[in-house]
């Protein structure tokens, strides 16, 4: 069975700090993988995603992730946040090409103070 | 409309009582899908619909849970008996075509809290 595991339950920063957020997937087959964004008071909202090609993808708002298949592995990282990433962010991974439903990681809230 | 949306927005219900739970997909989208998210956990997938096809119900806890989706488009989430073990976020999401890759919009959800 399709599992995500994230590594940070609760990550706090200050800004300007840079994040790398961890997503261990376990999957044999050809994966999608995604990162999902709560802000609060907000929809859950796709941040980026991965299903092929390039294995760094670019997400909204300055984000994105690395694909490492060796590793199982689709860190999400950002070089410098800010007050305003301040969310819930959750690792998602699809490998039912036949229906698209997800298998979400328990997701990692991350706090930026000011 | 402009995005899923669902309703109620909260529900508070007795222990034992029925719940029914409402979801309106993006107009167009053929593919719907349940999510639960309980305190302390992720998001678990309980139930996808596709146009006419027969829905996956692999992700609902147990018979106490049904859903069903009328003319390709609205859905309703029963639960039946709740327990308390059911309070939750229940999201619902929508897409195209229902195809892997695609994004899925998520609604707000409705938070039940069962006493």
């Known amino acids: 069975a399709q599992s995500v595991s994230q590594h940070n339950h609760h990550v706090i920063l200050s800004e300007a700090a840079s994040l790398e957020l961890g997503c261990n997937y376990s999957?044999?087959?050809?994966?999608?993988l995604f990162w999902y964004v709560q802000y609060p008071g907000q929809h859950l909202q796709l941040l980026l995603k991965?299903?092929?090609?390039?294995?760094l993808v670019k997400g909204i708002k300055g984000f994105e992730a690395e694909f490492i298949k060796s590793k199982f592995s689709f860190n999400l990282r950002k070089p410098s946040v800010q007050w305003s990433d301040t969310a819930e962010y959750f690792c998602?991974?699809?490998?039912?090409?036949?229906?698209?439903?997800?298998?979400f990681g328990q997701g990692t809230t991350l706090q930026v103070k000011p | 409309g402009a995005g899923v949306s669902q309703s109620p927005s909260n529900k508070v219900t007795e222990k034992g009582k029925d719940v029914e739970l409402r979801c309106d997909p993006i107009?167009?989208?053929?593919?719907l899908y349940w999510y639960r998210q309980s305190l302390g956990q992720g998001l678990e997938f309980l139930i996808y619909?596709?146009?006419?096809?027969?829905?996956?119900k692999s992700g609902l806890p147990s018979d106490r849970f049904s859903a069903e989706r009328t003319g390709g488009s609205v859905s309703t989430l029963t639960i039946q008996r709740t327990q308390q073990e059911d309070s939750a976020v229940y999201l619902c999401?929508?897409?195209?075509?229902?195809?892997?890759?695609?994004?899925?919009?998520f609604g707000p959800g409705t938070r039940l809290l069962v006493l």
């Open positions: 999401a929508s897409t195209t075509a229902g195809r892997a890759q695609e994004t899925q919009y």
């Open positions: 999957y044999g087959g050809t994966v999608n």
């Open positions: 991965y299903f092929s090609g390039d294995p």
């Open positions: 998602a991974v699809n490998g039912d090409g036949n229906t698209g439903k997800l298998i």
């Open positions: 107009s167009g989208h053929t593919a």
């Open positions: 619909f596709q146009g006419n096809s027969a829905p996956d």
